[in-house]
């Protein structure tokens, strides 16, 4: 089966930066989308980032936009998250995801989507 784990979070100041990676095994990643999303103590998973299966799209929350980077890497079968200018509000567990099929376009947006998650990571930003 599909396993995903992320690794990279941490605590930062406001204002820092950090990188999550997402490995992936039993799956090509290449053949897939994939989509970062992140929740936080009382709230709802909520989407943060996507990439297209050819990569060559990528789609982010209005509150990440400027902000932050998906990007993968097809050959260490690994998607990343690049984080920056972090706020307090980043706070929160972040887990990376993938679908049993092949969605594109405003699918990737909605974590019912998606069938694989990793375990996830906490991202911590303090003021």
């Known amino acids: 089966q599909v396993q995903l784990v992320e690794s990279g979070g941490g605590l930062v100041q406001a204002g820092g930066s950090l990188r999550l990676s997402c490995a992936a095994s039993?799956?090509?990643?290449?053949?897939?989308?994939m989509g970062w999303f992140r929740q936080a103590p009382g709230k709802e998973r909520e989407f943060v980032a996507a990439?297209?299966?050819?990569?060559?799209?990528?789609y982010y929350a209005d509150s990440v936009k400027g902000r932050f980077t998906i990007s993968r890497d097809n050959a260490k079968n690994t998607v990343y998250l690049q984080m920056n200018s972090l706020e307090p509000e980043d706070t929160a567990v972040y887990y990376c995801?993938?679908?049993?099929?092949?969605?594109?376009?405003?699918?990737?947006?909605?974590?019912?989507?998606?069938?694989?998650w990793g375990q996830g990571t906490q991202v911590t930003v303090s003021s």
């Open positions: 039993g799956r090509t990643i290449s053949r897939y989308p």
């Open positions: 990439i297209s299966r050819s990569g060559l799209s990528t």
């Open positions: 995801a993938t679908p049993t099929v092949s969605y594109s376009g405003t699918y990737l947006l909605s974590a019912a989507h998606y069938r694989y």
